[in-house]
């Protein structure tokens, strides 16, 4: 990731040693026109309020089909960088989730990249620590008025922090217009011992007293027909 002299950000993708994919992300809230592979459209990004998570939403019109996509990306605890889109075609659904990793400034340099300045390593750390955070009730109830219901829903899955929510609690997301596939999910992380999550779809299922066990995380397919960019190692370096 490098900063753009118009306040913008350069994301790379390494893998084997070479630059395999690049994309340029502006969180100034503009639509700005994309062109990917003969599809064209624009691309919008939002800061959340307290700065940890990127909000995205973008429009691609490819051979008279549009896509319309709204997603998040966002640190995990242990560093890699998650991005999750939900995407729309022709009324059809398509969640993607990603992973990417650091890499080390031996391998950013190979690819041709400038690596961080030494003296800013352990100001970027702390950066991702403080971006890692789990997201309170009050980021999910922000994260719902901006994001589509999967999109979110994936984020808290494939984060797993635990939540303690009650039926009062449940009831002023609900009054706050939290969609149900949301709270069906922080339902899930307020008690792993009696809900496990689907692996091939975000569902919710209940368990038998007998059968109880840790909720899994879920495998997502990303198999969407416009999204150009993503066919490589999800988790890939960036």
């Known amino acids: 990731v490098r900063p753009q002299p118009d306040g913008a950000i350069k994301v790379f993708t390494i893998a084997d040693g070479a630059v395999v994919s690049s994309e340029v992300l502006r969180a100034d809230g ?3 026109p994309v062109e990917v592979e003969g ?8 800061w959340s309020a307290d700065g940890r998570r990127l909000f995205l939403h973008s429009e691609l ?14 640190i995990l605890p242990g560093g890699e960088w ?5 995407a729309v075609v022709e009324g059809d659904r398509v969640l993607s989730v990603r992973r990417f990793s650091p890499v080390a400034d031996a391998l950013v340099e190979a690819a ?16 991702r620590q403080i971006a890692a955070q789990k997201l309170s009730i009050p980021d999910v109830r922000e994260a719902a008025g901006v994001v589509s219901a999967g999109a979110l829903a994936a984020l808290l899955i494939e984060r797993g922090d635990e939540y303690a929510i009650d039926a009062v609690s449940l009831r002023t997301l609900a009054d706050d217009g939290v969609p149900g596939e949301v709270t069906d999910v922080l339902v899930a992380l307020s008690f792993p011992d009696r809900f496990q999550v689907g692996r091939e779809v975000v569902e919710i299922t209940e368990v038998e007293e007998a059968e109880r066990y840790a909720r899994r ?3 997502y397919a990303w198999t969407d027909p416009f999204w150009r960019d993503s066919w490589y190692n999800p988790y890939s370096p960036y």
């Open 30 to 32: 503009g639509r700005h």
């Open 39 to 46: 599809c064209s459209g624009w691309k919008s990004g939002t």
């Open 61 to 74: 019109e490819c051979e008279g089909m549009v896509r319309t996509s709204s997603g998040v990306r966002a």
């Open 82 to 86: 998650l991005d999750v889109q939900e």
């Open 112 to 127: 041709g990249i400038e690596p961080v300045a030494p003296n800013r390593a352990g100001a970027i750390e702390l950066a």
């Open 217 to 219: 995380a879920p495998v």
